[in-house]
């Protein structure tokens, strides 16, 4: 079965500090791979996706992933956070084919202190 | 552009009781989705729509009915409401297999 892990439940870091957060994934085909993030009280909105190409994307707000396609892995990154950046960070996983579902991680939670 | 909107935004339920979460898009997307999210379990998909006319289940449909009304909205049912349906839900649609965009959330509760 189709699943995404993420390795860090509550990441607690300091303004500035950088920021790595870990994604890995089981599927066997090809896949849509995605960032999403939830700010306090808010809906999910996208911070970055892969589908093809240069496994080096850069998101929003200064949010890059890499996709290691021999490590099933999708890393999220920050060289430099902000306070504004406390949220709960979700990866996610969709099969290539049309009709297939996004499977989601269990979330990590960032903690920014100023 | 209102994006993918969610009535009511809260609700309390008791035991037993029914009620339907609306949602619509107005993205002309083809696929549309519903999601729980409880803490510590991510979001997990109820049902889906891939295309007006069509519903499927997804990985916890259990006590749940969906209705694809047309192409701008899919609603979730809870014919007999329990606790451990307290949750968020969330409503998603998105163009084929693309970006899923989500809608504000209900926050349910049932005593």
């Known amino acids: 079965a189709q699943s995404v892990s993420q390795h860090n439940h509550h990441v607690i870091l300091s303004e500035a500090a950088s920021l790595e957060l870990g994604c890995n994934y089981s599927y066997g085909g090809t896949v849509n791979l995605f960032w999403y993030v939830q700010y306090p009280g808010q809906h999910l909105q996208l911070l970055l996706k892969y589908f093809s190409g240069d496994p080096l994307v850069k998101g929003i707000k200064g949010f890059e992933a890499e996709f290691i396609k021999s490590k099933f892995s999708f890393n999220l990154r920050k060289p430099s956070v902000q306070w504004s950046d406390t949220a709960e960070y979700f990866c996610a996983v969709k099969g290539g084919q049309a009709g297939t579902a996004l499977i989601f991680g269990k979330g990590t939670t960032l903690s920014v202190s100023s | 552009n209102a994006g993918v909107t969610q009535t009511p935004k809260f609700q309390v339920l008791k035991t037993g009781q029914s009620m339907t979460l609306q949602c619509a898009q107005d993205?002309?997307?083809?696929?549309m989705y519903w999601y729980r999210q409880d803490p510590g379990m991510g979001l997990r998909l109820i049902y889906y729509s891939a295309s007006e006319g069509t519903t499927d289940k997804g990985e916890v449909p259990n006590g749940y009915n969906v209705s694809r009304l047309n192409k701008r909205e899919f609603s979730l049912r809870l014919e007999s409401a329990a606790p451990s349906q307290t949750s968020v839900y969330f409503c998603a649609s998105s163009w084929g297999t693309d970006t899923q965009y989500f809608g504000p959330g209900t926050r349910l509760t049932v005593l």
């Open positions: 993205m002309n997307h083809n696929s």
